[in-house]
């Protein structure tokens, strides 16, 4: 039987999905295990490759999900990996807030 999605949840996937098709996918030869979504020169999404995690961009992308739609880390967490795996076919990687502040090979994308 199939999965009823609700509005909501409609509501959310439309929004990642418009997240990530802004983007453009990035190589960087200083990461060659990484493959970087960039919006407007700002990276959004990383896809480590090596690591498996899929770092998303706390301030534009993975807030959103809390405040907006009112979920909790560990919610935004299993949505996200809903859509890595549906949308981009990566199984097995783990979602992850980044705070660019923190993560600072970003600022060189």
Request: glycine share 2%.
């Amino acid at each position: 039987m199939e999965k009823v999605v609700s509005k909501l949840e409609h509501q959310m996937e439309e929004l990642f999905i418009k997240k990530l098709n802004s983007c453009e996918k990035v190589k960087n030869e200083k990461y060659p295990d990484s493959v970087f979504f960039k919006c407007q020169d700002r990276v959004l999404f990383e896809q480590d490759n090596e690591n498996k995690f899929f770092w998303v961009r706390y301030s534009i992308v993975w807030s959103v999900f809390e405040h907006r739609f009112k979920l909790s880390c560990d919610d935004v967490e299993l949505f996200i990996k809903g859509m890595v795996e549906k949308h981009l076919k990566l199984e097995g990687f783990t979602p992850n807030y980044c705070m660019v502040s923190n993560h600072s090979r970003w600022k060189s994308i």
